[in-house]
């Protein structure tokens, strides 16, 4: 199943993620950015996860796992008690006050139909959001790993043949 996932190196904290996020979603946002001592940014949103308690939990079986594989919230079932924002191991689902019932990253569901990338991976200017299969991605992660290492070789091996000669 595809995800979104976090090259945490990569993310500086602009919070575009949450910007397009609240954007898309009628300016509320479904994901937020954790700071770490004040220093180290970490883009948070739902993990999707395989056995979401959130969903196990719901009294109304509001939530459900999608064609996509997303954990969503059908708010018209929602009647917003909030026990799936108490079990959930990373905090994610938010209680709207604004409606009254609870929301939570939706993987962007509609942008996935129409074969499109969720709009915090879109707008992440330094590509630390990724959107794919955890294995596909670290394939392209080694591979481009591997380009750097051979241009190290590559380099190192010309400053040895200049000091030879």
């Avoid at 969503?72 to 209680?95: M, N, Q, R």
């Avoid at 074969?115 to 630390?128: D, I, S």
């Avoid at 750097?148 to 200049?162: D, F, M, N, S």
């Amino acid at each position: 199943m595809k995800k979104v996932y976090l090259v945490p190196n990569r993310c500086l904290g602009c919070e575009e993620c949450i910007e397009a996020c609240s954007k898309e979603h009628g300016d509320t946002s479904r994901n937020y950015v954790l700071w770490i001592d004040q220093v180290y940014p970490v883009q948070l949103r739902c993990s999707h996860c395989e056995d979401a308690p959130c969903m196990r939990i719901c009294p109304v079986e509001a939530i459900k796992r999608n064609e996509h594989g997303a954990v969503v919230i059908d708010e018209s079932l929602c009647i917003g008690c909030g026990y799936c924002a108490l079990v959930c191991p990373f905090g994610i689902p938010k209680f709207a006050e604004t409606t009254k019932k609870v929301v939570k990253c939706d993987m962007c569901s509609d942008r996935l139909k129409e074969g499109e990338v969720p709009v915090c991976v879109r707008n992440c200017p330094t590509m630390a959001l990724q959107f794919g299969e955890i294995g596909e991605l670290e394939d392209e992660r080694r591979k481009r790993l591997a380009k750097k290492v051979l241009a190290v070789g590559t380099y190192l091996r010309e400053i040895i043949t200049l000091q030879e000669a």
